[in-house]
Protein backbone atom coordinates (compact mmCIF):
# COMPACT_ATOMS: atom_id res chain seq x y z
CA UNK A 1 0.00 0.00 0.00
CA UNK A 2 1.24 3.75 -1.21
CA UNK A 3 0.19 7.03 -0.41
CA UNK A 4 0.80 9.82 -2.27
CA UNK A 5 0.41 12.88 -0.58
CA UNK A 6 -0.28 16.60 -2.08
CA UNK A 7 0.19 20.07 -1.16
CA UNK A 8 -1.87 22.98 -3.00
CA UNK A 9 0.00 25.63 -3.23
CA UNK A 10 -2.34 28.14 -3.83
CA UNK A 11 -3.66 27.08 -0.09
CA UNK A 12 -0.23 26.38 1.46
CA UNK A 13 0.73 29.45 4.44
CA UNK A 14 3.76 27.99 4.66
CA UNK A 15 3.13 27.49 8.57
CA UNK A 16 5.72 24.58 8.92
CA UNK A 17 3.07 23.33 10.51
CA UNK A 18 3.33 19.69 8.25
CA UNK A 19 7.29 19.63 8.79
CA UNK A 20 7.01 19.76 12.01
CA UNK A 21 4.67 17.02 12.14
CA UNK A 22 6.62 14.69 10.11
CA UNK A 23 9.86 16.36 9.10
CA UNK A 24 10.69 13.62 6.70
CA UNK A 25 7.78 13.98 4.48
CA UNK A 26 7.45 17.63 4.13
CA UNK A 27 9.82 20.41 4.11
CA UNK A 28 8.93 24.21 3.85
CA UNK A 29 10.56 25.90 1.05
CA UNK A 30 10.01 29.97 0.50
CA UNK A 31 6.32 29.99 0.17
CA UNK A 32 4.57 26.78 0.69
CA UNK A 33 5.12 23.24 1.91
CA UNK A 34 6.54 20.33 -0.38
CA UNK A 35 6.19 16.91 -0.36
CA UNK A 36 7.58 14.42 -2.51
CA UNK A 37 5.69 13.82 -6.00
CA UNK A 38 6.07 9.33 -5.51
CA UNK A 39 4.37 7.45 -3.00
CA UNK A 40 5.02 7.00 0.77
CA UNK A 41 4.65 4.60 3.28
CA UNK A 42 2.19 4.96 5.42
CA UNK A 43 2.62 6.95 8.32
CA UNK A 44 0.08 8.43 10.97
CA UNK A 45 2.24 11.69 11.37
CA UNK A 46 1.14 12.30 8.08
CA UNK A 47 -2.57 12.16 8.37
CA UNK A 48 -1.74 14.07 11.72
CA UNK A 49 -0.25 16.90 9.56
CA UNK A 50 -3.15 17.48 6.87
CA UNK A 51 -5.55 17.29 9.82
CA UNK A 52 -3.80 20.30 11.31
CA UNK A 53 -2.79 22.05 8.37
CA UNK A 54 -4.11 25.68 9.09
CA UNK A 55 -5.19 26.33 5.28
CA UNK A 56 -6.13 22.40 4.27
CA UNK A 57 -3.55 22.48 2.06
CA UNK A 58 -2.56 18.72 2.12
CA UNK A 59 -4.35 15.78 0.63
CA UNK A 60 -3.53 12.00 1.17
CA UNK A 61 -4.76 9.48 -1.26
CA UNK A 62 -4.93 5.99 -0.95
CA UNK A 63 -5.34 4.95 -5.01
CA UNK A 64 -8.16 6.66 -5.72
CA UNK A 65 -9.40 7.67 -2.30
CA UNK A 66 -8.69 10.89 -0.07
CA UNK A 67 -8.27 9.49 3.15
CA UNK A 68 -7.00 12.86 4.82
CA UNK A 69 -8.18 15.73 5.70
CA UNK A 70 -11.14 14.70 7.54
CA UNK A 71 -10.69 10.83 8.98
CA UNK A 72 -12.41 9.98 11.57
Known sequence: MTWH???DPRLCLASGMC??????VFTVDGEHARTDPGGIEPDERVLDAADICPAQAITVHEGNRVIAPGRD
Open 5 to 7: VRV
Open 19 to 24: AGVAPE
